[in-house]
């Protein structure tokens, strides 16, 4: 599967954005899904993930209540809703896929198999 980030931009503290991630080339209800973060200077981490057949979100703790994961399978394309955005989630935004995660590698990094190219996000003080 081919994943594409967009929806990254500069925004003010207390702002909001919403990324899309359209796949394309494999079976998209069959995939889980998850955004990952890269800060300057900093690893990959865990935002947010969706397991296939799973309704039930799952988040990094920093930015529940703020961010909201969502996939539309008619679509193909998988969305992260960012409200209430602070400097610190300044970063490269990626999505991802896997057919095959499972539920304690969902925060690993390397357990997953696709990724997109990455939308940057820039939030101002």
């Known amino acids: 599967v081919q994943l594409q980030a967009s929806g990254g931009g500069l925004v003010q503290a207390g702002g909001s954005l919403r990324l899309s991630c359209a796949a394309s080339g494999g079976t998209f209800s069959g995939y889980s899904l998850g955004w990952f973060r890269q800060g300057t200077g900093k690893e990959r981490e865990f935002v947010a993930a969706?397991?296939?057949?799973?309704?039930?979100?799952f988040y990094e703790d920093s930015v529940k209540g703020r961010f909201t994961i969502s996939r539309d399978n008619a679509k193909s394309t998988l969305y992260l809703q960012m409200n209430s955005l602070q400097p610190e989630d300044t970063a490269v935004y990626y999505c991802?896929?896997?057919?095959?995660?499972?539920?304690?590698?969902?925060?690993?990094?390397?357990?997953?198999?696709?990724w997109g190219q990455g939308t940057v996000v820039t939030v101002s003080s």
């Open positions: 991802t896929a896997s057919r095959t995660i499972i539920l304690s590698s969902l925060r690993v990094p390397s357990s997953w198999n696709y």
């Open positions: 969706l397991r296939w057949g799973n309704s039930n979100p």
